[in-house]
């Protein structure tokens, strides 16, 4: 059977990086694994892409003699989506998402495409494309999730290894009609806000995420909301200040938002902080990085598999987010994909 041709074409995606370090394909028989590196070379105000070219000697001389190492560099906003499709198309036995939250967000919902999966051209089952991850990013929260190291020797050790499980993908849709996926957090109103924000300071690393907080408090209005559970009846919950559904544990570099959650699971850890004050904020932003926020007053969680969320106001002003990545407002549905992905593990 013939090479996929994601695995002979990535020359151009690779200028930022040296002419010998585009593709290493040795010869070897169809057996080898075909494994897919999506790189944002601008990731991490360019860290990524310098210490992923710090790491391609060590890359090569341990996976190289096993297996066929394609390397792609993303040019810009969902590219790392059009590379992971193609690559799933065209039989690729893993995509590893080189990178941060942002990164492995556009490489996740790669695996989808109009609301089913992408498949192999060569199978019409499920794609037995694995999902892989080095963490050379700014946040890495889903890693953190994992218990992994985060050390991208030890990354590329779990993929040499190849060991795989299933784990969970949470879908998104709204008025648009669209789907839009996720594997860690998406958020609602204050937080989604922060989000947005944070995404102007990522030179200060981690720290954007609390500045981004900060200035999102400022005009911010707690906001009633109306939410149905599982297909349960509306309901209103009084003065949202955020509203977080975990796939996940952590968000915002490193806060443990959803302790609950598990992306093996099947199920949604949702946390509802209500009528918080900026001050609020800064009194318990200790216990949202330990995980321990969940006995403060005014905070709530359960365990759910759907949840619609409409604001009340009607003034179209809420923020969504997932994965650190700006979706627009309200209203979504947001639904979980038991074991929608296989991942190395």
Not at 269 to 289: A, P, R, T
Not at 315 to 339: M, N, W
């Amino acid at each position: 059977m013939a090479k996929p041709s994601i695995f002979r074409s990535q020359q151009s995606m690779a200028s930022d990086l040296s002419p010998d370090s585009t593709i290493y394909r040795p010869d070897g028989n169809s057996r080898r694994r075909d494994l897919v590196f999506v790189v944002n070379p601008r990731g991490a105000n360019g860290r990524t892409g310098k210490e992923w070219k710090k790491l391609l000697p060590y890359l090569r001389s341990r996976l190289g003699g096993e297996c066929n190492i394609c390397e792609s560099l993303t040019s810009g906003p969902c590219h790392a989506i059009d590379i992971t499709r193609e690559a799933i198309r065209e039989g690729a036995d893993a995509v590893i998402a080189v990178g941060g939250d942002g990164t492995l967000h556009e490489v996740v919902n790669g695996f989808f495409w109009a609301g089913k999966h992408v498949i192999n051209h060569d199978q019409k089952a499920a794609p037995s494309t694995a999902l892989g991850i080095i963490p050379l990013g700014t946040g890495s929260d889903f890693f953190r999730t994992l218990g992994w190291k985060n050390d991208s020797h030890d990354a590329i050790e779990r993929i040499a290894k190849g060991l795989r499980s299933w784990v969970d993908v949470g879908v998104i849709s709204g008025e648009s009609g669209g789907s839009h996926y996720f594997i860690n957090v998406a958020d609602v109103h204050l937080s989604a806000k922060a989000g947005y924000y944070a995404s102007r300071y990522k030179r200060f690393g981690n720290l954007c995420y609390v500045i981004g907080a900060l200035q999102a408090f400022i005009g911010h209005q707690n906001q009633d909301l109306r939410i149905k559970i599982d297909d349960g009846e509306w309901e209103i919950y009084p003065q949202v200040t955020a509203l977080c559904i975990g796939n996940a544990k952590f968000f915002g570099g490193g806060m443990k938002i959803t302790p609950n959650a598990d992306p093996r699971s099947g199920s949604f850890e949702v946390v509802i902080l209500q009528d918080f004050k900026w001050y609020d904020f800064i009194l318990n932003l200790h216990k949202l990085y330990k995980g321990t926020h969940l006995s403060v007053k005014n905070v709530s969680s359960r365990s759910v598999r759907c949840i619609e969320v409409e604001e009340i106001a009607g003034s179209g002003s809420i923020h969504v987010q997932s994965d650190g990545e700006h979706l627009g407002f309200l209203p979504r549905k947001f639904c979980i994909l038991p074991a929608a992905i296989e991942m190395i593990s």
